[in-house]
């Protein structure tokens, strides 16, 4: 894999961090409820982040902290709205799954963001031309009826929607080929979409691929990106049903072995900088929220 620039890397590792920091905070009975990582997943918003600009909606998922953090690397605010605390992010009502800033949005129901990003991106070929709506789902998502809808919308008005489907191959506890016939691909192209396949794990490749696809989305060419991912953890926190023999391919332990001295070093500036906010977070007051 190419070398990383120290700022891609340090993210990227921030994401990670972030994750591990959460299943601990857990095992050790200091969260509550449940929250999914996106352990293994972690390239694929940070690949993403430059080719997106401020003025862009993006929409998340339940596995969605790694696209926050790539969004606007406050892992302060995140984790005190997890924690329920002082300067959370939604003060301290969305939790996980559900968050809300600038424009930004994150749900935990399958297949919703699709036909709201659908509408967005239609506000936006009206009133901001050139801007875009990027939406994150699931290869499981592909069993929602809205998928379908938000797609043919999308299509025949040629909207900015830009459809990233991480693939892990497994959808909660059903591996991929015994809950979706066809592909990802031919689902698109049901609808005269575009689908691009995504198996690279180097970044610097990833940004160069999709750079100028990105820019057909804004001229209101709708595209479906499937990135082959991996999911390494569990579901949510503990209940991965996949045999320990299964393939698990991380990014990150090819970036090691290729580029050790840079990886210890940020990874270990990650680590500490994740102990210093668990601690700080957890000492604050708890969040207080006001209706509007």
């Given at each position: 894999m190419?070398?990383?620039?120290?700022?891609?890397?340090?993210?990227?590792?921030?994401?990670?961090?972030?994750?591990?920091?959460?299943?601990?905070?857990?095992?050790?009975?200091?969260?509550?409820g449940?929250?999914?990582?996106?352990l293994g997943?972690e390239?694929?918003?940070?690949?993403?982040?430059?080719?997106?600009?401020d003025?862009?909606?993006?929409?998340?998922n339940?596995?969605?902290?790694?696209?926050?953090?790539a969004?606007?690397?406050?892992?302060?605010?995140l984790?005190?709205?997890?924690?329920?605390?002082?300067?959370?992010?939604?003060?301290?009502?969305?939790?996980?799954?559900?968050?809300?800033?600038?424009?930004?949005?994150?749900?935990?129901?399958?297949g919703?963001?699709?036909?709201?990003?659908?509408?967005v991106?239609?506000?936006?070929?009206?009133?901001e031309?050139?801007?875009?709506?990027?939406?994150?789902?699931?290869?499981?998502?592909?069993g929602?009826g809205?998928?379908?809808?938000?797609?043919?919308?999308?299509?025949?008005?040629?909207?900015?929607?830009?459809?990233?489907?991480?693939h892990?191959?497994?959808?909660?506890?059903?591996?991929?080929?015994?809950?979706m016939?066809?592909?990802?691909?031919?689902?698109a192209?049901?609808?005269?979409?575009?689908?691009?396949?995504?198996?690279?794990?180097?970044?610097?490749?990833i940004?160069?691929?999709?750079?100028?696809?990105?820019?057909?989305?804004?001229?209101?060419s709708?595209?479906v990106?499937?990135?082959?991912?991996?999911?390494?953890?569990?579901?949510?926190?503990?209940?991965d049903t996949?045999?320990?023999?299964?393939?698990?391919?991380?990014?990150?332990?090819?970036?090691?072995?290729?580029?050790?001295?840079?990886?210890?070093?940020?990874?270990?500036?990650?680590?500490?900088?994740?102990?210093?906010?668990?601690?700080?977070?957890?000492?604050?007051?708890?969040?207080?929220?006001?209706?509007?």
């Amino acid at each position: 894999m190419n070398r990383l620039a120290d700022e891609d890397l340090a993210l990227l590792l921030l994401i990670r961090s972030f994750e591990q920091k959460l299943l601990a905070l857990f095992e050790r009975g200091e969260l509550h409820g449940t929250t999914h990582t996106c352990l293994g997943q972690e390239y694929v918003p940070v690949s993403l982040r430059p080719l997106l600009s401020d003025g862009d909606w993006v929409f998340s998922n339940h596995r969605g902290h790694g696209h926050y953090l790539a969004r606007f690397e406050d892992p302060e605010g995140l984790l005190a709205e997890i924690m329920g605390r002082k300067g959370a992010v939604c003060d301290g009502v969305g939790g996980s799954q559900h968050l809300r800033r600038d424009r930004y949005l994150s749900t935990g129901v399958q297949g919703q963001s699709l036909p709201v990003a659908a509408g967005v991106a239609l506000h936006l070929k009206r009133h901001e031309p050139g801007a875009l709506a990027c939406v994150y789902i699931g290869d499981g998502t592909w069993g929602e009826g809205a998928v379908y809808e938000a797609l043919n919308m999308a299509q025949l008005w040629r909207l900015p929607l830009l459809v990233v489907v991480e693939h892990n191959g497994i959808a909660q506890s059903t591996p991929t080929e015994l809950q979706m016939a066809g592909t990802v691909a031919g689902r698109a192209a049901a609808f005269g979409i575009g689908c691009t396949q995504v198996s690279s794990l180097d970044v610097a490749e990833i940004r160069r691929h999709l750079a100028p696809l990105v820019e057909t989305v804004r001229d209101g060419s709708p595209l479906v990106v499937e990135f082959a991912t991996h999911r390494l953890g569990p579901h949510s926190k503990g209940d991965d049903t996949r045999p320990p023999d299964a393939v698990r391919l991380d990014w990150y332990a090819s970036y090691q072995a290729e580029h050790p001295d840079q990886s210890a070093r940020i990874e270990a500036v990650a680590r500490s900088r994740m102990d210093t906010i668990a601690e700080e977070v957890a000492a604050r007051p708890l969040a207080a929220w006001t209706a509007a």
